[in-house]
C-alpha cells in the first residue's frame, strides 16, 4: 500500500463527499484515512464508491454512533472511537478527531508526532489543512470535506513510500 486518502469533516455535504471520493478514485488510492465528522450514516455509505479500505474515527458532531458503526460493518470499514492505530505497508499511523478546542488538538497532535511512535498523525477537527514534520513523524490535517468554514473543500493524498502529502482542492 502506497498511497492513501485523508479526509475530515464531511458533515453530510453529499456532493463533495462525492467529489473527494472521485478525485481520490483517480489517483488511485489503497485506502481512506477519515479523521471524523461523517455525520450520518448515509454519508458513510458514499465512501464505499471509493473501493478501497477505509478507517474511519469519530469527530465530535458523529451523533447516531450505533446506526454509523452498522453501516461500517456492513460496508467492511474499520470505525472507532478515537484514536486509531494502525500499521499500514509497515507504516504506523494513528488517526484522531481532535481535543476540546485549537490550542488542546494541536498539543495533542504535537504530543503524538514527537513522541517517535508513528510515522504519521492524522487529525481533523480544525477545518484547517495542514502538512509538517515533526522529526521523521508526518503530520496532516487535510482540512474540511465540506467546505463550510473556510470555503475549501480539500482532501489530503499521502505517499507513505516517499512521505509525501498533497493537498488538493475538490
Excluded: W
Excluded at 65 to 81: H, I, N
Excluded at 121 to 132: D, F, K, P, T
Aim: aromatic fraction near 6%.
Amino acid at each position: 500500500m502506497r498511497l492513501v486518502g485523508v479526509v475530515a469533516d464531511s458533515h453530510d455535504n453529499l456532493p463533495a463527499i462525492e467529489r473527494a471520493v472521485e478525485v481520490l478514485k483517480e489517483v488511485g488510492v489503497e485506502a481512506l484515512l477519515h479523521a471524523g465528522d461523517i455525520i450520518a450514516p448515509f454519508s458513510l455509505k458514499r465512501f464505499a464508491d471509493l473501493g478501497a479500505k477505509g478507517y474511519f474515527v469519530y469527530g465530535n458532531n458523529d451523533g447516531e454512533k450505533l446506526l454509523l458503526a452498522k453501516v461500517a460493518s456492513q460496508l467492511g470499514f474499520t470505525l472507532t472511537e478515537q484514536p486509531l492505530m494502525l500499521t499500514l505497508n509497515g507504516y504506523k499511523v494513528i488517526i484522531l478527531h481532535g481535543a476540546a478546542g485549537k490550542e488542546e488538538t494541536l498539543k495533542l497532535v504535537e504530543a503524538l508526532a514527537a513522541s517517535g511512535h508513528f510515522d504519521l498523525v492524522v487529525y481533523g477537527h480544525l477545518h484547517e489543512a495542514a502538512v509538517r514534520r515533526v522529526g521523521d513523524t508526518l503530520v496532516v490535517n487535510p482540512g474540511e470535506v465540506c467546505g463550510y468554514l473556510t470555503g475549501k473543500r480539500t482532501v489530503a493524498i499521502v505517499d507513505l513510500e516517499e512521505r509525501r502529502v498533497e493537498i488538493r482542492e475538490i
